[in-house]
C-alpha cells in the first residue's frame, strides 16, 4: 500500500507559478511511476505529467509543456510539479497517483490540491 498527499495549490494570477508536491510513504519500493492528473469542474479528469519513480523519464500534455516541470527528490520520496506562467484553463483539482507497472492503471489516488488561476 501506498499513501500519496498532495501539497501547494493555491490562487494565484494568471501568468503567476506555484509549485505542487506529492509526498509518498509506505511500500514507494514497489513504485513503477507517479504522476499528475487535473479534473476541471464539469470535466474528465486528464493526464498532466509523470515521472518513473527513478527520477526519469519525464513526460507531459501537450497542453502544459513549456511551462510545467516534474521533478522528484529521491531522497525525500517527494514528486514536485513546477508550473510556471499558469492560465485560467489549469484552474482543477491536481491529483497525484501511482501505478506499479508500466501497463498497469493507476492505483494510488492522492486526495487532491485545488489551483485556482484568476484572469
Known amino acids: 500500500q501506498v499513501q500519496l498527499v498532495e501539497s501547494g495549490g493555491g490562487l494565484v494570477q494568471a501568468g503567476g507559478s506555484l509549485r505542487l508536491s506529492c509526498a509518498a510513504s509506505?511500500?514507494?519500493?514497489?513504485?513503477?511511476?507517479l504522476a499528475w492528473f487535473r479534473q476541471a469542474p464539469g470535466k474528465e479528469r486528464e493526464f498532466v505529467a509523470g515521472?518513473?519513480?527513478?527520477?526519469?523519464?519525464?513526460k507531459y500534455a501537450d497542453s502544459v509543456k513549456d511551462r510545467f516541470t516534474i521533478s522528484k527528490n529521491n531522497d525525500l520520496n517527494t514528486v514536485y510539479l513546477q508550473m510556471n506562467n499558469l492560465k485560467p484553463e489549469d484552474t482543477g483539482v491536481y491529483y497525484c497517483?501511482?501505478?506499479?507497472?508500466?501497463?498497469?492503471?493507476?492505483?494510488?489516488w492522492g486526495q487532491g490540491t485545488q489551483v485556482t488561476v484568476s484572469s
Open positions: 515521472i518513473l519513480w527513478s527520477g526519469t523519464n519525464a
Open positions: 497517483a501511482g501505478k506499479w507497472g508500466k501497463t498497469t492503471e493507476w492505483g494510488s
Open positions: 509506505g511500500r514507494t519500493g514497489s513504485l513503477y511511476a
